[in-house]
Structures are given as C-alpha cells and as structure tokens.
T-cell receptor, first 114, second 113 residues
Framework: DAGVIQSPRHEVTEMGQEVTLRCKPI?????LFWYRQTMMRGLELLIY????????DSGMPEDRFSAKMPNASFSTLKIQPSEPRDSAVYFC????????????FGSGTRLTVV | SQQGEEDPQALSIQEGENATMNCSYKTSINNLQWYRQNSGRGLVHLILIRSNEREKHSGRLRVTLDTSKKSSSLLITASRAADTASYFC?????????????FGDGTTLTVKP
C-alpha cells in the first residue's frame, strides 16, 4: 500500500489566488481527516469525513475554506481566496473504523502564501 | 486550547539514555494515542492505550495512563539518534466515534550520538 498520498508537496502562491490541495486515502479506510499544522497553533483538525460525508467542519477557519470528498478515494481542500495567514502544512489522514491502529497521515502539503 | 499538552516542550539526551515525555489532558477519554513526527514528514502512530489500561509496551516504548490525574507518559528506553523527532499525544475527548482526536503541542526530542 502506498499510504495516504497528498499533492502537491509544496505550494507557493500569491495572496488572493485559489489553492487546491489533494488527498488520496488508503483504500478501505472509511474516515478522512484534514489537519493544519503551524508553529503557533500546533495541529488543528479542520474537517473530517466518514464514508465520504462531512461529519464535522467546525474547525474550518472561514468560508474561504471548503473541502469535498466526491468518492472514497479522493478529497480536496480548497482555499479561495488565499491569505498569508493560511501558510501552514496541511495534512490529510485516513482511518479504518476504529482508532486501534491510529490515523495514517500523508506527508503533508507545505503551503506558502506570499 | 489543545486537549493534550505535552511536557517538556523540548528534551535533549545522549544516545543510550531513556527519554520520558508527559501528556496532560482535560476531559474524559476513551483512549489516548502517541505519535511521532520526523522533520518534514507526517505523523506516525506509535501506540494506543485505552482508558481501562494503566500500562502498555511496544518494543522500546512504554506508555502509562493515569486517568485520575488525566495524564500519560511515554518512555523510550535505550534511545537512538533515529528517535530524534517530535512526539505528540492525541485524545478522543470521550467521543464514541473514531472521528475527533485532539493533538497536543508535542515534545521535541533530540538524541545526540
């Protein structure tokens, strides 16, 4: 298994531009999570899906953020318009059923908004 | 604020020594997890301990849980340079589903060869 795959690994964009981050979870995992990691705020849960349905998006900071999971093998996190304070590492993680084996994280997307 | 808070924030030891990191949390839990994060990488799951367990071992890792004090500790014995990483605890806040775990701020461990 290739694990959780995120793309791109690095993204540099100008303020005001739209940014789309992508995630392919592990096949058979029914939960998918988007986290954001910064030095100031640590690791924050943005949103999570169960069986492709958004369950809790209370961590999404603003309406500028949106996430979709059109099928079990793909999810996107979109920021429109992007701002410098959105600069962070964004992680996708997936899980099957229970926490027994913990979350499997992707390698993250490092986003820099200039 | 984060549900879990690790202590110390940073720890530097010599190879071969033991490293102990602590995690405190605020609300009841069903389980607590520990993760490792190498620089520039995603988190890797190390071990999960349930609320009815007091101690758990996995290789050189030993985790304890004291629900009365709402705290957990992670002990790495005979540390190696490859153990250099950040270590995070994560708690489920008593949620019955697998969804919402909250991560602490992490302990950065440096193991000097």
């Amino acid at each position: 298994d290739a694990g959780v795959i995120q793309s791109p690994r690095h993204e540099v964009t100008e303020m005001g531009q739209e940014v789309t981050l992508r995630c392919k979870p592990i096949s058979g995992h029914d939960y998918l999570f988007w986290y954001r990691q910064t030095m100031m705020r640590g690791l924050e849960l943005l949103i999570y899906f169960n069986n492709n349905v958004p369950i809790d998006d209370s961590g999404m900071p603003e309406d500028r953020f949106s996430a979709k999971m059109p099928n079990a093998s793909f999810s996107t996190l979109k920021i429109q318009p992007s701002e410098p304070r959105d600069s962070a590492v964004y992680f996708c993680a997936s899980l099957r059923g229970t926490l027994n084996y913990g979350y499997t994280f992707g390698s993250g997307t490092r986003l820099t908004v200039v | 604020s984060q549900q879990g808070e690790e202590d110390p924030q940073a720890l530097s030891i010599q190879e071969g020594e033991n490293a102990t990191m602590n995690c405190s949390y605020k609300t009841s839990i069903n389980n607590l997890q520990w993760y490792r994060q190498n620089s520039g990488r995603g988190l890797v799951h190390l071990i999960l301990i349930r609320s009815n367990e007091r101690e758990k071992h996995s290789g050189r890792l030993r985790v304890t849980l004291d629900t009365s004090k709402k705290s957990s500790s992670l002990l790495i014995t005979a540390s190696r340079a490859a153990d250099t990483a950040s270590y995070f605890c994560a708690t489920d806040g008593g949620n019955t589903n697998a969804g919402k775990s909250t991560f602490g701020d992490g302990t950065t461990l440096t193991v000097k060869p």
